[in-house]
């Protein structure tokens, strides 16, 4: 997946008042490692931009905890489900590590896009953006072998498979520990 701003870079650069908009909603925070960002079960009104540190989204089935969403620096992170709705969510958003985001309010956001048909145009092509990442998600745990999609997230995301504990890897992933840690064995036999 590309980051928010290279998905986003060449349309802000072409429209520096949007980019000016968009500094004037966001606030800086800083969250401590571990820190519950959204919980299920509520409305979730924010959305993030991290610069540094890396969140994952998840929820629970039968008391297990599953990941399905990891975003690191430059990308962003949200109860998306929610944000968008409006509804109560199913999701948590939690700090994997200490995390510094800009932190976009939905209602600042909602005005943003209403103040300008530009505007409006980039919230279009970010929720599209999403859209394609999910159908991609989605393609990926329906159509793909444990091992192509151990591959495919190697590739695109390797700082992963370093900074993130295994067992929400292989939530991700779509298998159990003793899946993942079977197919991670296998790829570096290969190597």
Known sequence: MNTFFEQNNVYLLENPELAEAFQNIMTYQKYPKHTILHEAGKVCNHMYIIVSGISRVFYYKEDKDITCYFAAEKETMTAIDSFI?????????????????????HSDLENLFESNPKYERFGRLFLQQLYIDLVERIDDLQLHTAQERYKKLLAKKPYLFKR????????????TPETFSRVRGNDHKND
């Open 164 to 175: 993130v504990h295994a067992k929400h890897i292989a939530s991700f992933l779509g298998m």
């Open 85 to 105: 709705q409006r509804t109560k969510s199913k999701y948590f958003v939690e700090a994997l590590e200490d995390l510094e985001v800009f932190k976009i309010a």
